[in-house]
């Protein structure tokens, strides 16, 4: 529903991983006789030969061959894809993480893999919080065809070789150099006007095709919509009603709601909301998505994010982008000494891509819209 939307993949990428997508052999496929037969693993198709290697490091083709699905697949479930001249490009990539991670894991100390695992599990709970119950992570979960086991697991290689990398690089932020970014950058931490909403919607496209509706079957769903809408405005509690009957699944488990700013929903739904009154229920919305009625929480003035609020965010900025300047030179002389060789020819020959330099004055976080 929102264009732009918190998600379980978004917070994958933040923790510096390859994207999951559907999970190899999990998918079944159906024969003419009607039993089922597992996909196969790359490594069965193709072999299972040696791409890197050096102490501390062996990263062979399947591995690299499960990101890469794992990567075309979510693309896939975004409605987008990679196109095939940027794979080769793509392929080094996925390959130099892979490198990149288990070189930091050889170097990782028992008080690191502690630490990274307790980040790790912040990192969930602040993820499950996002997406408003377990029920919705879960639902997550399977569509990014992953188990909570293998998240954490992921998401605790990712935490420990961070942890490395500050232990390493000696990067500590403090609340003094939060407190100059702060006071550096004051319009970053300018909280817009917002909404606390909630919302019941009837889809009118087919969710397995992505069609629209007959105008029959819109017209039905049309007419269960102003069901809804007397009971609502009879003083049935909304949230209920959006957790049985609403077909968006990024909000129906958090009762229907979401806080947003301006520019955030589709054009109809923003100007219904911050026209409501607080406790008003609107009349039905029709968007692209389908049918809504909106009921307004809350009204949230324009402010200025508080310094301690914004200050977890802000270290955690300044520190990423303290590792990315140092990053590049630290993972060159650790594959030196552990002497890392890419055996693939044609990987080996792939150059990777240069990052463009930041400025020494780019900013590297935005805080407050919460």
Do not use: C
């Not at 001249?85 to 080094?92: F, I, K, P």
């Amino acid at each position: 529903m929102k264009r732009t939307t918190e998600s379980l993949v978004l917070l994958l990428l933040a923790a510096g991983l390859p994207v999951w997508g559907a999970a190899p052999g999990q998918a079944a496929a159906t024969n003419a006789g009607g039993s089922s037969k597992p996909e196969l693993m790359p490594s069965e198709l193709f072999g299972n030969n040696i791409l890197a290697q050096g102490k501390g490091v062996k990263v062979t083709r399947s591995q690299l061959d499960n990101e890469v699905i794992r990567l075309k697949a979510q693309a896939a479930g975004h409605n987008q894809s990679i196109p095939p001249e940027q794979m080769g490009m793509m392929e080094r990539q996925v390959l130099e993480q892979l490198i990149q991670v288990q070189l930091l894991q050889a170097n990782a100390t028992e008080a690191d893999k502690a630490a990274g695992k307790a980040l790790a599990e912040k990192r969930f709970e602040e993820a499950k919080t996002k997406l408003g119950s377990e029920e919705a992570l879960t639902r997550q979960l399977r569509l990014i065809g992953a188990t909570r086991e293998e998240l954490l697991a992921k998401w605790t290689e990712s935490a420990t070789a961070e942890t490395v990398l500050k232990r390493e690089l000696k990067v500590n932020i403090t609340e003094a150099d939060a407190r100059k970014y702060y006071d550096d950058y004051p319009a970053r931490f300018e909280q817009p006007e917002m909404v606390r909403a909630s919302h019941i919607l009837l889809v009118t496209t087919d969710p397995k095709t992505n069609t629209e509706l007959t105008e029959d079957q819109k017209a039905a769903k049309r007419k269960d919509m102003e069901g809804l809408l007397k009971r609502a405005r009879a003083g049935e509690d909304f949230a209920k009603l959006a957790e049985k009957y609403s077909e968006d699944p990024g909000s129906k488990e958090k009762g229907g709601e979401y806080t947003f700013p301006r520019r955030q929903m589709v054009p109809e739904f923003e100007a219904a909301a911050f026209s409501l009154q607080t406790n008003q229920v609107s009349d039905i919305i029709t968007t692209r998505f389908g049918y809504h009625i909106i009921k307004l929480s809350e009204k949230i003035p324009a402010r200025k994010v508080e310094f301690e609020k914004a200050l977890p965010e802000i270290k955690d900025g300044l520190t990423q982008q303290a590792l990315q300047k140092q990053l590049p030179e630290y993972m060159t002389k650790l594959e030196k000494e552990a002497g890392v060789e890419i055996l693939d020819e044609k990987l080996k020959a792939q150059a990777l891509p240069v990052p463009p330099a930041l400025p020494a004055d780019h900013p590297p976080v935005k805080a407050g819209i919460q």
